[in-house]
């Protein structure tokens, strides 16, 4: 029995982990969209994130419950201040791994490849000792 527990409490972290790592890549490209295009609707939100329109309205539909977007119907996407955080720190960890993957050799293409799944696993520790041992590289310079 205690096995079961342990193997459904590991199953739930990890439908938890994924839950918020699509939350963190819906609000960075939401936050893109925005920014490239002054306006995030889900017919190109679900282009960009390679899904469908119904996928793409559901998970937007998760973001709102969860206090991350807003929308209505016809109405574009918006970040709260809440997913406009949190759009904030996936960009800046997929950065600080990028640059650590880049400093230790790894060719530009693939560590732009590696980080977009790297970055979700990372605890703070971990992209707190990227940082510094990036910044201790270019202090080198």
Not at 94 to 112: M, N, P, W, Y
């Amino acid at each position: 029995a205690m096995t079961s527990r342990s193997t459904s409490q590991r199953l739930k972290k990890t439908r938890d982990d994924h839950s918020r790592e699509i939350a963190e890549d819906y609000v960075e490209m939401i936050a893109d969209l925005i920014h490239a295009e002054q306006v995030c609707r889900v017919t190109g939100l679900a282009r960009r994130m390679g899904v469908s329109h119904v996928t793409a309205s559901r998970t937007v539909n998760r973001l709102v419950e969860a206090g991350l977007a807003r929308t209505s119907p016809h109405q574009p996407i918006t970040l709260t201040p809440k997913g406009t955080r949190l759009a904030n720190a996936a960009r800046r960890r997929h950065q600080v791994v990028l640059e650590f993957l880049k400093e230790i050799g790894v060719s530009e293409r693939i560590a732009d490849s590696d980080a977009e799944g790297i970055e979700h696993h990372c605890s703070p520790e971990t992209i707190a000792a990227m940082s510094r041992f990036i910044d201790a590289a270019w202090s080198q310079r």
